[in-house]
Structure formats: structure tokens, C-alpha cells
């Protein structure tokens, strides 16, 4: 069975200082990982995947996550936060064979001027 | 321009009213899908159907009724809803199923459901 825990509900950062959004999941299989962002009043917008090709994945507006198989995560990070970045990041896991989407409970990010 | 429309963007229905909701994608995708965003829950799959053909039904109540009358177009019957059933419906599409992750969801921005 595959599931993701999003380990941190609400994450506040200042301006230009690093983002961490932690996932930790479970999967039977070698999985596929997604990070999705929504902005308020906005469907979810695909952020980067992971499908087991390299383990440092870069996605767009200068995010990037890591897969690490021992440590079972796939942590979201970026070097200096802006403002636009505030939204809710939900990490995603695939279900193996299908196309059906297991997202964790999200974290909100808040960046503070 | 996300590539899914969805409308209305907000919804506000009586119990015994029947309304429908609608999705349309303009990227081409064979597979759409139904999902419903509830505060503090994870995002709930209702419905997938692909090449127009339903291939997944989560358990979701009667009184939601999805209909696909073709690839580009999805909707979403109301009818006797509960207050519970208050949420964010949000519709997304794929090129195709069952081809791993290389064939990302993309999501429709969602309609703002208040049941009264």
C-alpha cells in the first residue's frame, strides 16, 4: 500500500532565508513522487516528480527534493524563499500500476517579509 | 491558463436542490478525474474514467453521479446533498492511465461547494 506523511502542518519561513518541507512515505514498490503546490483559490499546480531515474529532482521556481530510499523521503527544499511562495505543498505518492494519486495532508507555507 | 476549466468556481445549494458541476480539458488527455479537498483531510479520489469509460469508483456516495460524454468533458451530478458534502471539488486529467509517472495530473482550479 503506498501513503505519504507530510511531517510539518505549517511551515513559516522569512524572505530569503531556505525552505524544508518534509514527506516521508510508504510504498511497496519503487514509487513514483510528486510535489504539488496550491495557491489560494487554485486548483494544484505540479511542482516536480520523481520516477526513479536521478535521486535530486528539479522542479520549477527553484524548488527541488531528494529522493532517499533508506531514509523513505522526499524532502521539498529551496535556497531562498519569496513571497510568491506561500501556498499549501502537498506531496504525492503514485499508486504502482495505476494512475491514482495517494497526497499527503499538505503543509502550509507562510513567508514572512 | 492551467488547461482545465472548471465552472462554476462556486456553488451554494440547498439539500434538495440538483446542480451539476463541469470540467473541460483542452490538453488533449484521455483520463479525467474527480477529487474532492476537505479541510484538514487529504485530497479523497471519487472518480477516474479513461477513453470515456469509468475505471474507478472510491466508495462515494449515490448522490454524487459523474457522467463522461467524452475525453474533453466530465461532470459531476448533485442531488440530496449533505452538509458534509461541503468542499473543494477538483478535476484533473492525464494523457492516459496505468503508464507510471510520466504522465502527470494536471488540475482544473475547482468549485467552492457550500451546502446549506
Known amino acids: 500500500a503506498q501513503s505519504v506523511t507530510q511531517l510539518d502542518s505549517h511551515v513559516s519561513v522569512s524572505e530569503g532565508t531556505p525552505v524544508l518541507l518534509r514527506c516521508n512515505y510508504s510504498s511497496s514498490y519503487s514509487p513514483s513522487l510528486f510535489w504539488y503546490v496550491q495557491h489560494p483559490n487554485k486548483g494544484l499546480q505540479l511542482l516536480l516528480k520523481?520516477?526513479?531515474?536521478?535521486?535530486l529532482v528539479k522542479g520549477i521556481n527553484g524548488f527541488e527534493a531528494e529522493f532517499k530510499k533508506s531514509e523513505t523521503s522526499f524532502h521539498l527544499t529551496k535556497p531562498s524563499a519569496h513571497m510568491s511562495d506561500a501556498a499549501e505543498y502537498f506531496c504525492?505518492?503514485?499508486?504502482?500500476?495505476?494512475?491514482?494519486?495517494?497526497f499527503g495532508t499538505g503543509t502550509r507555507l507562510t513567508v514572512i517579509p | 491558463e492551467t488547461g482545465v476549466t472548471q465552472t462554476p468556481r462556486h456553488l451554494v445549494m440547498g439539500m434538495t436542490n440538483k446542480k451539476s458541476l463541469k470540467c473541460e480539458q483542452h490538453?488533449?488527455?484521455?483520463?479525467m478525474y474527480w477529487y474532492k479537498q476537505s479541510a484538514k483531510k487529504p485530497l479523497e479520489l471519487m472518480f477516474v474514467y479513461n477513453f470515456k469509460e469509468q475505471t474507478e469508483n472510491n466508495s462515494v456516495p449515490s448522490r454524487f453521479s459523474p457522467e463522461c460524454p467524452n475525453s474533453s468533458h466530465l461532470f459531476l451530478h448533485l442531488h440530496t446533498l449533505q452538509p458534509e458534502d461541503s468542499a473543494l471539488y477538483l478535476c484533473?486529467?492525464?494523457?492516459?492511465?496505468?503508464?507510471?509517472?510520466?504522465?502527470?495530473?494536471?488540475f482544473g482550479d475547482g468549485t467552492r461547494l457550500s451546502i446549506l
Open positions: 520523481y520516477t526513479s531515474a536521478a535521486t
Open positions: 504525492v505518492v503514485l499508486q504502482t500500476g495505476a494512475n491514482n494519486l495517494f
Open positions: 490538453l488533449g488527455h484521455n483520463a
Open positions: 484533473a486529467s492525464s494523457a492516459s492511465l496505468g503508464v507510471g509517472g510520466n504522465q502527470p495530473q494536471h
